[in-house]
């Protein structure tokens, strides 16, 4: 009975994760979504289509009875074998839509819906479903965030989303003016990928990965302290088509890192300040607006610091 209930536990989904497309279709028995249902670029699904591949060839030349660890059937066969009202869209599975069945055998690329989907999952930013709280900054959990306070976090069709994390935008503090790349402009990581604007104050802003700007948050143009109250939702910055995704996330900070890192900088941040700012020792609530505890010098000191520009 242990033995059994701890493989059990071993299948259990995450908070915040997803099953991959293959463990939802039953092929195999257990596989998590790290790729964002973005199955073109996925490695994984690569892999498992090249095996299912070879192994149909070897049973055709030679039948032989299948084993657990053969796979002949893909996970769009397994999934199309089940009635027409169980076919789950994929963005049922992931959460988006409450109830959608696939009508168009899984190709996404010709579906009707998954265009329209794509559409409005370009303009509106995705929830956070779960946030934690280091040393008094959020953080958005299933983000990438980089050295330089600016988030990353992939989205269905393997587009990137970018945003200013909380560490960040209390730095800079309230915004009057943000400067976002152009649609087409091309970003790459480690380099300024935008700046912005506060009482004849300017600072610039590193982009966490590269790719080419696909779509911007016009809303900051007349709201820039959108960024302030909202840095994971409605204050994202702009959307990039990757060019070295898989590259650039292992240059990030992820989960665990990412909350480790958050808070050497706030120890960073109060070694720094001494008593120019009002934080706790203790690690207490950070302050809201850095730049409204400094003078300009002061403040453009720190934001080079911390922003690594």
Same mark, same amino acid.
């Given at each position: 009975?242990?033995? +059994?209930?701890?493989?059990?536990?071993?299948?259990?989904?995450?908070?915040?994760?997803?099953?991959?497309?293959?463990?939802?279709?039953?092929?195999?028995?257990?596989?998590?979504? !790290?790729?964002?249902? @973005?199955?073109?670029?996925?490695?994984?699904?690569?892999?498992?289509?090249?095996?299912?591949?070879?192994?149909?060839?070897?049973?055709?030349?030679?039948?032989?009875?299948?084993?657990? !660890?053969?796979?002949?059937?893909?996970?769009?066969?397994?999934?199309? *074998?089940?009635?027409?009202?169980?076919?789950?869209?994929?963005?049922?599975?992931?959460?988006?839509?409450?109830?959608?069945?696939?009508?168009?055998?899984?190709?996404?690329?010709?579906?009707?819906?998954? *265009?329209?989907?794509?559409?409005?999952?370009?303009?509106?930013?995705?929830?956070?479903?779960?946030?934690?709280?280091?040393?008094?900054?959020?953080?958005?959990?299933?983000?990438?965030?980089?050295?330089?306070?600016?988030?990353?976090?992939?989205?269905?069709?393997?587009?990137?989303?970018?945003?200013?994390?909380?560490?960040?935008? +209390?730095?800079?503090?309230?915004?009057?003016?943000?400067?976002?790349?152009?649609?087409?402009?091309?970003?790459?990581?480690?380099?300024?990928?935008?700046?912005?604007?506060?009482?004849?104050?300017?600072?610039?802003?590193?982009?966490?990965?590269?790719?080419?700007?696909?779509?911007?948050? !016009? *809303?900051?143009? !007349?709201?820039?302290?959108?960024?302030?109250?909202?840095?994971?939702?409605?204050?994202?910055?702009?959307?990039?088509?990757?060019?070295?995704?898989?590259?650039?996330?292992?240059?990030?900070?992820?989960?665990?890192?990412?909350? +480790?890192?958050?808070?050497?900088?706030?120890?960073?941040?109060?070694?720094?300040?001494? @008593?120019?700012?009002?934080?706790?020792? @203790?690690?207490? @609530?950070?302050?809201?607006?850095?730049?409204?505890?400094?003078?300009?010098?002061?403040?453009?000191?720190?934001?080079?610091?911390?922003?690594?520009?």
């Amino acid at each position: 009975m242990a033995i +059994k209930t701890k493989k059990e536990s071993m299948k259990i989904v995450p908070p915040g994760k997803k099953k991959c497309v293959w463990m939802e279709a039953g092929v195999v028995s257990y596989k998590l979504c !790290d790729n964002n249902y @973005d199955c073109s670029t996925c490695v994984y699904d690569q892999g498992m289509q090249l095996k299912v591949a070879r192994q149909k060839e070897a049973s055709l030349a030679a039948p032989v009875e299948t084993s657990a !660890d053969k796979f002949t059937e893909t996970w769009v066969e397994k999934m199309m *074998q089940l009635p027409a009202s169980q076919r789950k869209c994929r963005y049922m599975i992931t959460g988006e839509v409450m109830r959608k069945t696939c009508p168009n055998a899984y190709e996404c690329g010709s579906c009707s819906f998954d *265009q329209m989907m794509q559409e409005r999952l370009q303009a509106e930013p995705l929830p956070v479903h779960a946030r934690s709280q280091v040393a008094g900054f959020e953080l958005a959990e299933d983000t990438y965030y980089h050295e330089g306070h600016t988030w990353a976090k992939p989205e269905y069709g393997g587009r990137v989303r970018i945003g200013l994390d909380d560490f960040g935008q +209390k730095l800079l503090g309230r915004l009057k003016r943000i400067e976002i790349p152009n649609i087409g402009h091309e970003v790459k990581q480690g380099e300024v990928g935008f700046q912005v604007r506060r009482n004849g104050e300017v600072a610039q802003v590193l982009s966490p990965v590269d790719g080419v700007v696909a779509h911007v948050n !016009d *809303q900051l143009l !007349d709201h820039p302290e959108l960024v302030n109250e909202s840095p994971y939702e409605k204050g994202w910055l702009f959307i990039i088509e990757p060019t070295k995704l898989r590259k650039n996330l292992k240059g990030l900070y992820f989960g665990e890192d990412a909350e +480790k890192y958050i808070g050497e900088e706030r120890d960073r941040l109060f070694s720094m300040a001494h @008593d120019d700012l009002r934080l706790a020792a @203790d690690g207490g @609530d950070s302050v809201d607006d850095i730049f409204g505890e400094l003078d300009g010098e002061n403040w453009a000191k720190f934001v080079k610091t911390f922003l690594r520009t």
